[in-house]
């Protein structure tokens, strides 16, 4: 008997597996058509600008890009702009001070424990979508103002494409996407690239991608592949860092280090007991003559980035250390949040103290770049589920002048160039080795890292504004 119910149970579940997609695709084009045709006749403010819809189904503190995009927008004439998003964390001073930007933030649907059994989460999916479609639905109908084009962020693609699909035809508007990465494949890491979720999810994106009017991309090689497999003709928009992002001045660095909470630098054998900071000096707040190396790590915490390759180039950096004493000690600085955060904070805390000190952390939008702007390295282990996005971390690093060690992947020499504005690496090994070579005799000897600086100036010269306003302005142009 319990054998019957348990299989009857398991047919259950996969018949909803197979099922729930063509549900999903029902619920989000007539949920998105019936919210919006509640809508009353087009409304626009009476301050005669015209608006632009910023969409973005995640935590808009954390997209930078979609923040600079909307940045951008609201320095066109006559233009404003309605962003709808997750409010999770603070964005940039230049969004929240901004007249011309007006926040709309929505509440992220319930979530299920993470203790919860896998076929749950699959359960669970048709009504985070459903919540999702009718927020998006209630935002984007009865809380903006009527937009001339909608851009969005892809990925995430469901519900995201499709509604935002089907309120471009209502609003009569254009549709424009602006592609990071692509959702199917972020998706297949947990469930498998065969998953029938996975499968769905692709044929969504592609069939409600393509529908846009414009679109955007990051990298030549996505370009590329957009336009040979789902027939996408697509701007590419390198990230540029915007003005925020640069090298911190020397005036500046005394009272950086010290809004650090010290049990973040400590290193052994290096106390401070004269005023300063390990990294420097008193008064003035120049830098130590024997100060470690501050390396710093940005991350999201998810699974295209194996943070093991770095703990592991640290330990053995660590053991290095003790064989040659030209070796600095390091502090290496890890910022971010993410899901599996607290599963490396728990390696972290097993590993040895001597010349290797490691923290995490999360900065506010101001504190970060001048963190950057102060560091010696900068190190990337983003891999990219698609193979055909780059690290916005490293972007920032270049902004601030921070030579960058990079996990190498398939298109990462659009950014990267391997020994001419920085190094790759494949193994925790070849990073060691990075460090150990660059390190040597720090800081009375940088020259590889002076150089990498040095190239690093032409890339700040062409900053995110100047990109922008080049590849993307006219494309938001005031119809004539």
């Known amino acids: 008997m319990i054998s019957i119910m348990l299989s009857l149970v398991a047919s259950s579940v996969s018949y909803l597996i197979t099922v729930v997609p063509y549900v999903f695709l029902f619920i989000v084009s007539v949920g998105a058509i019936l919210v919006a045709s509640c809508r009353s006749a087009s409304r626009r403010d009476t301050d005669g600008h015209r608006s632009v819809c910023v969409l973005v189904l995640g ?3 954390r997209s930078p890009r979609m923040q600079y995009h909307s940045i951008s927008l609201s320095q066109l004439d006559n233009t404003c702009v309605d962003v709808v998003a997750y409010g999770e964390s603070t964005p940039v001073a230049a969004v929240t001070s901004n007249e011309k930007i007006r926040l709309h933030f929505m509440h992220p649907p319930p979530a299920l424990s993470k203790a919860a059994p896998r076929f749950l989460f699959l359960l669970y999916a048709p009504f985070k979508v459903l919540f999702q479609v009718l927020q998006l639905g209630y935002f984007m109908a009865l809380r903006i103002r009527r937009p001339s084009h909608i851009l969005i962020q892809n990925p995430p693609s469901i519900p995201t494409l499709p509604v935002a699909y089907g309120m471009s035809l209502l609003h009569g508007c254009d549709l424009v996407v602006d592609w990071h990465n692509y959702g199917y494949t972020i998706l297949g890491l947990t469930l498998g690239s065969t998953h029938v979720l996975v499968r769905f999810s692709k044929w969504v994106e592609a069939a409600f991608g393509r529908r846009g009017t414009r679109h955007f991309c990051v990298t030549r090689a996505m370009q590329n592949d957009l336009r040979t497999n789902w027939g996408v003709v697509a701007e590419v928009l ?11 001045p020397q005036e500046a660095l005394g009272g950086l280090f010290r809004s650090i909470p010290p049990a973040m630098c400590h290193v052994d054998g290096a106390a401070v007991t004269d005023g300063g900071t390990v990294f420097t000096t008193p008064g003035k707040g120049t830098r130590r003559a024997n100060r470690p190396a501050l390396v710093v790590s940005s991350t999201s915490w998810t699974p295209d980035e194996d943070f093991g390759i770095l703990l592991t180039a640290l330990e053995m950096y660590e053991t290095a250390c003790a064989d040659n004493s030209s070796l600095p000690p390091i502090v290496c600085i890890i910022t971010g949040k993410g899901p599996m955060k607290a599963y490396y904070e728990g390696l972290l805390a097993k590993m040895p103290r001597t010349h290797v000190h490691i923290a995490t952390a999360w900065l506010s939008s101001g504190d970060y770049p001048r963190l950057l702007g102060a560091a010696d390295i900068g190190v990337s282990l983003h891999t990219s589920s698609s193979g055909l996005d780059l690290p916005m971390k490293v972007v920032d690093m270049f902004g ?3 030579p960058v060690c990079a996990k190498d992947f398939s298109c ?9 504005n920085g190094v790759v690496f494949d193994t925790a090994a070849e990073l060691c080795q990075h460090f150990q070579r660059l390190l040597a005799d720090f800081p009375r000897k940088s020259e590889e890292l002076d150089k990498y600086r ?3 100036r032409e890339f700040r010269d062409n900053d995110w504004q100047t990109n922008w306003t080049e ?8 119809s004539p």
């Open 454 to 456: 040095d190239k690093l």
């Open 471 to 478: 590849r993307a302005a006219a494309i938001f142009a005031p």
């Open 238 to 248: 390198h990230d540029r860092p915007p003005e925020m992002f640069q090298p911190t």
């Open 59 to 61: 935590d808009f503190g």
């Open 412 to 420: 990462l020499d659009e950014l990267v160039q391997d020994g001419v």
């Open 400 to 402: 601030c002048g921070l």
